[in-house]
């Protein structure tokens, strides 16, 4: 009895000190936040209203529902798939995407948005990049931008890096002292233009290409990454959407510098309708793209009018 007495005493010494260093640790991440200069604060990371327009695309989101088409993935989704066209053919739509978004954060979006936006159609941009990053900034960048939920929390405790963890703590503070009340996001920034509906129209006139020979590699698929990614299938399967599986197209050079392109389209391929359009269409780098990996608005035209003939 007394040993019990003795451990039991040990464990609650144990959680007192865990919940106390843990409400100080809070605290000086939430003074660190507001007083230190950004050099000094690497590790706390708030990108409220930062490339992307991801702030304008979540606020428009919780007010969307009944649509035809969602679109979820990363810059690709929300560079590549232009309301405004799918409109013109018939199909409400709405785009979830967000810089760099990896399949962790578009589970967590999925659970978050799909039941209240009810879309008939569900189009997934996948592409290796997203299955080998560790999704750290998408991460920071939902956290800043949108409600902290359940869902976040789950998010940060799969992420598992100082940032995400910073970074929810912080984001909480400043929802519960409701600083940001009167934010509000410019709808262009320094050549991107907000679209109604999630689209990012770029209008730079200065095209960017990488035409370095990168080192050609092998996709390096995160475990992680694959079971939100699986999770993401049976979850649209269990809802009785349709869910459409689409690889972006982006620059010749790019695509040339993954080794295995052909056993990606086939993993894919197992897990229902997937398109791959870097296969599908012939784009000519310094015509319809901006940079490396993202189309212009010829190009875009282009790849969603070919995107529609297959819906």
């Known amino acids: 009895m007394e040993t019990r007495a003795l451990i039991g005493k040990f464990l609650l010494r144990i959680c007192v000190f865990l919940v106390f260093s843990s409400t100080i640790y809070s605290i000086l991440i939430c003074v660190a936040g507001e007083i230190l200069p950004k050099y000094l604060k690497r590790n706390i990371l708030y ?21 035809d088409i969602l679109f979820l993935g990363s810059s690709h989704a929300y560079r590549g798939f232009d309301n405004r066209i799918f409109q013109k053919h018939g199909y409400s739509s709405f785009n979830l995407g967000t810089s ?19 879309p008939k159609i569900i189009i997934l941009e996948v592409s290796p990049m997203s299955f ?11 956290l800043s931008n ?17 940032k995400a963890y910073n970074t929810l ?14 934010f509000a996001e410019p709808p262009n920034k320094g050549g991107d233009f907000y679209i109604s509906g999630g689209f990012v129209e770029n209008k730079c006139n200065k095209v960017i290409l990488d035409t370095t020979q990168s080192i050609a590699k092998t996709i390096n698929y995160s475990k992680t990454q694959l079971k939100c990614f699986e999770a993401i299938i ?15 197209p982006i620059t010749s ?36 793209f901006y940079d490396s990996h993202h189309l212009n608005q010829l190009g875009v035209d282009k790849f969603n009018t070919e995107v529609i003939t297959r819906l």
């Open 234 to 248: 049976n979850e649209v399967r269990e809802l009785n959407m349709r869910l459409i599986l689409i690889q972006a």
């Open 100 to 118: 760099s978004q990896t399949p962790l954060q578009t589970h967590t979006l999925l659970k978050r948005y799909v039941k209240k936006i009810k």
């Open 169 to 182: 703590i912080y984001s909480i503070y400043r929802d519960l002292i409701d600083i940001n009340k009167d």
């Open 132 to 142: 080998e990053a560790d999704g750290v900034e998408s991460s920071i960048d939902i």
């Open 253 to 288: 050079l790019k695509y040339a510098t993954y080794l295995d392109n052909t056993s990606f389209d086939e993993k894919m391929m197992k897990y229902g309708e997937y398109f791959n359009f870097n296969t599908l269409m012939s784009l000519t780098d310094s015509i319809y």
């Open 47 to 67: 990108t409220l209203g930062s490339v992307g327009f991801t702030h304008t695309r979540l606020e428009e989101a919780k007010i969307t529902e009944n649509i």
């Open 146 to 162: 949108d409600l902290k939920d359940l869902n976040s929390i789950t998010m940060v405790l799969n992420q598992n890096h100082i």
